[in-house]
C-alpha cells in the first residue's frame, strides 16, 4: 500500500519561512520523481516544484523561484520543500506526488494535502 504523508504547514507571517515534509512508503522511492503541487480556494492545482530520481534535477514554477527549494533524502525515503520569503499568494493546500514517467504517467501518487496558510 502506497502511502505519501505530508508534515510541516501551519500558519506563517508573510516573509516568513515553513519547510514540509514527505514521507513515503510502499514504493521504491529512489526511482520516482517527486513533486509539489499547490491549490487554493477556488483555483486549480498547480505544479510548485519537481525534483527528478537519479541526478535530482530540480524546476520550479516561476512564481515560486527564488524563494522555494525542493530536495529529496532517498535513505529517509522523503521529500521536501523549504519556503523561504512566503507571500499572501502561497497560501494553499499543497501536496506531495510521486510518478513515473514524463509526460505519460505510469504510476502516480499523492498525499493527502497540508494546509500553508500565509497572513499576518
Known amino acids: 500500500q502506497v502511502q505519501l504523508v505530508e508534515s510541516g504547514g501551519g500558519l506563517v507571517q508573510p516573509g516568513g519561512s515553513l519547510r514540509l515534509s514527505c514521507a513515503a512508503s510502499?514504493?521504491?522511492?529512489?526511482?520516482?520523481?517527486m513533486a509539489w503541487y499547490r491549490q487554493a480556494p477556488g483555483k486549480q492545482r498547480e505544479l510548485v516544484a519537481a525534483?527528478?530520481?537519479?541526478?535530482?534535477?530540480?524546476n520550479y514554477a516561476d512564481s515560486v523561484k527564488g524563494r522555494f527549494t525542493i530536495s529529496r533524502d532517498n535513505a529517509k525515503n522523503t521529500v521536501y520543500l523549504q519556503m523561504n520569503s512566503l507571500k499572501p499568494e502561497d497560501t494553499a493546500v499543497y501536496y506531495c506526488?510521486?510518478?513515473?514517467?514524463?509526460?505519460?504517467?505510469?504510476?502516480?501518487?499523492w498525499g493527502q494535502g497540508t494546509q500553508v496558510t500565509v497572513s499576518s
Open positions: 510502499g514504493i521504491i522511492f529512489s526511482i520516482y520523481a
Open positions: 506526488n510521486a510518478y513515473l514517467g514524463s509526460p505519460r504517467r505510469s504510476a502516480d501518487y
Open positions: 525534483i527528478t530520481s537519479g541526478a535530482g534535477t530540480t
